[in-house]
């Protein structure tokens, strides 16, 4: 996937990517022991890399606020623009792969929330391991291990199993073997409650942090999941991935997809309670089970893909379960949205290369604009095809990474229409 996007770059004329080293990244293998008191991690990352193209002397992670004790493989030299440089102790020849082991310690300054009895992370995952946070088309299988007090919950990728021990401590074994990027990585742990949902096929699950909501709370925030789940897995046309959903309740604002996780704040879900129609961050978090973690963005300029459908799968949703008229409001309030980039001369194309000056008015092209572009090319080509469509570019690139060309291949391949004009104004520019 990685020499696909690498040829992309080629043929777009993208020289700095063009120079790059083609490597991948196979998998990551972290342990992990939290301090609860002081709020600080000790870990271990043992980073697969493979060379894909020639041989690669070096490759880059994120930096971090973290301390690192120890290299075996390699050596880190951190570089500008927010990167550290892993040279390898050999370099790698074409085909090969290799395994570098990097130590570290200390207080993550972003994606690691320590709440009173829970520990969790927040998107931010190459700040608490050593990971490619901004590579989201480089799929790398993922292996958590979690050093922990005896007697608590966990939540990690995949499914977990035991390992024995050291100093008192339990160790929890998760393990995902589907390639996930980076900034889906994440986990849970503490004194949390669990509960069940109403479910057909997979196991529906809440993990709350104490003292969020009550379990009768929970039903009723989270009552129509199993639904959202059928609707989403009916429009993909691809099953559920895995045999366990959870969403895990923590207390605030957060809204955050995970591999096979979302996790959502108190303040997020609680309008929920008033108002059974406010229930899109149910929908978005779930939507992206598909839309953003099965097929990812190649790049983050094509970042659309992820949050422009869940928006638009967000809406469609409520259309199913709501009521036209809850679909419109959605729509509307991506106009209102897209208003704004507009008005800050920012009402840009969705898959463009550039800076944005805020994450709102970024939000308001990719998540907005993506949203109202899938409603056009809806009343374009009517619900028979914009559906096949949607179906057959989901089946295809599940488990992959997409470019919006792939997009497009897929709808005028079910309206059997030529698309380029609507995707050079929408998408292209
Ligand atoms: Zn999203």
Same mark, same amino acid.
């Given at each position: ?27 990551? /293998?972290?342990?992990?022991?939290? /301090? ?34 120890? &290299? ?16 390898? /102790?050999?370099?790698? =020849?074409?085909?090969?792969?290799? %395994? ?6 200390? +207080?993550?300054? =972003?994606?690691?929330? #320590? ?19 901004? =590579?989201?088309?480089? +799929? ?25 021990? %050291? ?9 995902? %073997?589907?390639?996930?990027?980076? #900034? ?9 409650? $669990? ?24 039903? $009723? ?6 639904? @959202? ?20 309740? &923590? ?16 303040? @997020? ?33 094509? #970042? ?8 638009? @799968? ?14 419109? =409001? ?24 550039? /800076? ?12 907005? +604009? ?53 995707? +050079? ?5």
């Amino acid at each position: 996937v990685r020499f696909i996007a690498i040829l992309l770059a080629l043929i777009l004329g993208k020289p700095s990517l063009a120079a790059e080293a083609i490597y991948d990244f196979a998998a990551f /293998d972290t342990t992990i022991a939290p /301090d609860f008191d002081e709020k600080t991690i000790i870990g271990e990352t043992r980073i697969t890399v493979t060379a894909a193209g020639g041989a690669v002397a070096s490759f880059d992670v994120t930096a971090n606020a973290l301390r690192v004790d120890a &290299v075996q493989g390699g050596r880190i030299t951190a570089t500008q623009n927010g990167l550290w440089t892993v040279t390898l /102790d050999a370099p790698l =020849r074409p085909g090969r792969m290799t %395994t570098v082991t990097v130590k570290y310690s200390g +207080k993550p300054a =972003r994606g690691l929330i #320590f709440g009173e009895d829970v520990v969790y992370t927040s998107y931010f995952a190459c700040d608490w391991m050593i990971c490619a946070q901004d =590579r989201p088309g480089d +799929k790398a299988a993922f292996t958590l291990r979690l050093d922990l007090p005896p007697g608590l919950t966990s939540l990690g990728p995949g499914t977990m199993s035991r390992e024995p021990g %050291t100093r008192g401590l339990e160790r929890h074994v998760w393990r995902e %073997t589907r390639p996930y990027s980076s #900034f889906l990585y994440g986990f849970a742990a503490g004194r949390m409650t $669990s509960a069940f949902l109403p479910s057909r096929r997979i196991v529906l699950a809440v993990l709350a942090e104490r003292g969020a909501a009550d379990s009768a709370r929970i039903q $009723s925030m989270f009552a129509t999941t199993g639904e @959202m789940l059928d609707f989403f897995e009916a429009k993909a046309g691809v099953p559920f991935p895995h045999a366990r959903y959870t969403q895990l309740l &923590v207390k605030g604002w957060e809204a955050q997809e995970a591999t096979h996780f979302s996790i959502i704040g108190t303040q @997020m879900i609680d309008p929920i309670l008033a108002n059974l129609q406010e229930d899109w961050v149910i929908a978005h978090e779930l939507a992206h089970q598909w839309w953003g973690n099965l097929v990812t963005c190649a790049d983050w300029s094509e #970042f659309w893909l992820n949050e422009g459908i869940v928006t638009f @799968m967000t809406a469609a949703w409520k259309e199913q379960k709501h009521g036209r008229a809850a679909y419109d =409001r959605e729509m509307d309030l991506a106009r209102k949205r897209l208003a704004t980039a507009a008005e800050a001369g920012f009402d840009k194309p969705l898959a463009w290369r550039g /800076d944005y000056p805020s994450l709102r008015i970024r939000r308001a092209v990719q998540y907005s +604009k993506g949203a109202l572009f899938l409603d056009a090319l809806r009343t374009e080509i009517g619900d028979g095809a914009f559906w096949a469509g949607l179906k057959l570019y989901t089946q295809r690139h599940a488990g992959g990474t997409v470019v919006s060309a792939d997009f497009q291949r897929a709808m005028e391949q079910a309206s059997q229409r030529d698309l380029s004009a609507m995707f +050079k104004t929408w998408v292209t520019g």
